[in-house]
């Protein structure tokens, strides 16, 4: 999947299941500090992902992550890998 | 002053989380719909006989072995309660023509299986090595303080279908080794293995029954609450959640009666408890995600006297696949699935004279018994009566088949559906395992303990894993999540 597909498939799911302006929602925005996310919501988000982009990412990798940013270049990274294989 | 705590619901894992939370000086008070506790460790009577609803037997009660350790730590163990199960034949899977007997302990398994398919044994010696490999990593199971994330999350994040691709496990040693899948309810592509190495780990290294029933459990249970203080009240159904923002502020039960604590633990299905609260307050993410998540199969269920046994071993488990049902996995979901039919006897200390009392289940359609939902007087209505009749007709002939003689045998029988399910234990679609446990809702994606309201906590099998012992680990969890899991880890590895 195209970065740019997987952004957009991201941003449309935080906006609709998390209700944020798609303004808030740039690569540099911290989850818990901008986006007013918890712990909770960063395991809803991860199903959320997976069931919207049809990648089944690494958990352990997925608490790493601290911003929207990093949520595409994980998302992106296991996609391109899952091609490969 | 000691915080005071809130439970809804009575089944096992809710008083798991009872004891544990009145051992560490929380004040605990149970509230339970019916007009008795236990969920689904409920026997009820028929034809002079105790059937069990929920507990046809049980994983992991061996000496030193985790079940027996978690109900010995709660201080509920009694080992005359218990009776093991036939060692060469806990699990009896009958397919179209062949069959194979699980028994106890890892050995005996791979040498029965290697006798079956001597060409590969190194694929069944890999096979239950990672199994027990797996379940021996998960600290809430075996009971430990350290945690190799890494392995944990190695079998966790892969599914009993990748590990046969992965070891090449093909065929009939494939159906096999997936039967075990009926345990939890979950197809083999989408149950996390880890999940499925702890059910299959369990059976494999003990598998007892109930002497008494489980009920007996449930008095061990209660006497062990009262003894430390806490409290379980009958007949209060909990129709509302009075909330404050994102905490709970009381629970208001069908009879009126409120009641206000610190905590509050949910025992009960998570789609129920959130109804209650209303998905308008909640979070539209969690909602959404709640809404998606599936039901397992819901279960029918025939209780029946024999006149003899005709053979049958009342400490085994039989698990029968009619004609043409290659496996209950075999064929692609969302299609109509060929039922299985599991039988056990209610009555394990069985001495081979006399009446036998058996029970079967088996999975059926979410929407065959919508229709008679509303119905009141259902159970003497006999359109109902006939369609639970008839799901059976097929399963007690493919029994007959294996055991002739059965049909004539039989000198009284009744059935549940669904229906009877979803007053005993709610759940939306009268499901036995509660929620599909696929990989979207186990493991670090688990439902619960935590929810989005900071005093709520959910507890029981959706938020873990299916069975008495996945319910029991549960609360262990949840009260975990409140007190502090290592020290009774500690406490538990001692």
Redesign the interface.
């Known amino acids: 999947m195209e970065k740019q597909l997987i952004v957009d498939g991201i941003n449309e799911t935080l906006s609709e299941?998390?209700?944020l302006g798609i303004d808030k929602l740039t690569p540099d925005a911290h989850l818990f500090d901008d986006l007013g996310l918890d712990s909770?919501?960063a395991?809803?988000?991860?199903?959320?992902i997976?069931?919207k982009t049809g990648v089944?990412m690494?958990?352990?990798q997925f608490?790493k992550v601290k911003t929207l940013g990093d949520v595409y270049d994980l998302v992106a990274e296991v996609s391109s890998q899952s091609k490969l294989n | 002053m000691s915080k005071k705590v809130t439970i809804i619901g009575s089944g096992i894992s809710s008083l798991t989380t009872a004891i544990i939370l009145l051992q560490k000086g929380y004040e605990v008070r149970i509230l339970e719909q019916h007009y008795v506790a236990g969920g689904y460790l409920h026997t009820f009577k028929r034809f002079g006989v105790e059937y069990e609803t929920g507990g046809h037997y049980q994983g992991a009660l061996g000496d030193g072995l985790p079940f027996q350790r978690l109900l010995s730590y709660l201080g509920v163990f009694h080992e005359d309660d218990y009776i093991e199960l036939d060692r060469d034949h806990v699990d009896v899977y009958r397919f179209e023509g062949w069959g194979f007997s699980y028994g106890t302990g890892y050995e005996k398994n791979i040498l029965n299986l290697i006798k079956i398919f001597p060409d590969l044994e190194e694929k069944i010696k890999k096979f239950f090595d990672r199994v027990s490999e797996s379940a021996h990593c998960f600290p809430t199971y075996y009971f430990k303080t350290e945690i190799d994330?890494?392995l944990v999350?190695k079998h966790?994040?892969i599914s009993l279908s990748e590990v046969f691709d992965e070891l090449e496990i093909e065929g009939r040693l494939r159906e096999v080794l997936e039967a075990p899948c009926l345990l939890h309810g979950v197809s083999p592509k989408d149950v996390s293995f880890g999940v499925h190495s702890i059910m299959t780990d369990s059976l494999i290294v003990s598998a007892h029954g109930f002497k008494n029933g489980g009920k007996q459990l449930v008095k061990r249970f209660t006497d062990k609450i009262v003894e430390l203080g806490g409290e379980i009240l009958l007949r209060k159904k909990v129709t509302s959640i009075e909330r404050d923002g994102k905490r709970i502020k009381a629970v208001t039960c069908e009879s009126g009666e409120s009641f206000e604590s610190d905590l509050f633990i949910s025992g009960i299905h998570p789609k129920l408890i959130f109804e209650m609260i209303g998905h308008e307050n909640l979070?539209?993410?969690?909602s959404?995600?709640l809404t998606?998540i599936r039901e397992s199969d819901p279960f029918v269920g025939a209780y029946l006297l024999l006149k003899d046994s005709v053979g049958i071993n009342a400490k085994s488990n039989y698990y029968f696949y009619p004609k043409g049902t290659q496996s209950v996995f075999g064929v692609e979901l969302g299609q109509k699935r060929g039922p299985f039919v599991f039988m056990s006897s209610p009555l394990r200390t069985y001495n081979g004279e006399g009446e036998l009392p058996l029970s079967l289940h088996a999975p059926c359609q979410s929407d065959e018994f919508k229709r008679f939902e509303k119905l009141e007087k259902r159970s003497k209505d006999e359109e109902y009566l006939k369609l639970k009749e008839e799901l059976f007709k097929p399963l007690i002939e493919t029994i007959e088949e294996e055991f002739p003689g059965f049909k004539k045998s039989i000198v009284s029988i009744c059935y549940s559906s669904p229906l009877t399910n979803q007053f005993y234990n709610p759940s939306p679609n009268g499901s036995a395992y509660g929620i599909y446990h696929d990989?979207?809702?186990t493991?670090?994606?688990s439902l619960g303990p935590?929810?989005?309201f900071e005093n709520l906590y959910l507890t029981g099998q959706n938020t873990l894993f299916p069975g008495l012992l996945g319910a029991s680990v549960s609360g262990l969890r949840t009260s975990g999540h409140i007190v502090g899991i290592k020290s009774i880890l500690n406490q538990l590895k001692n």
Do not use: P
């Open positions: 299941e998390f209700e909770l919501d395991v809803d988000m991860l199903v959320h997976e069931d089944k690494d958990v352990e608490q | 994330q890494k999350m966790l994040n979070r539209k993410s969690f959404s995600r998606k990989s979207t809702c493991g670090v994606k935590r929810t989005h």
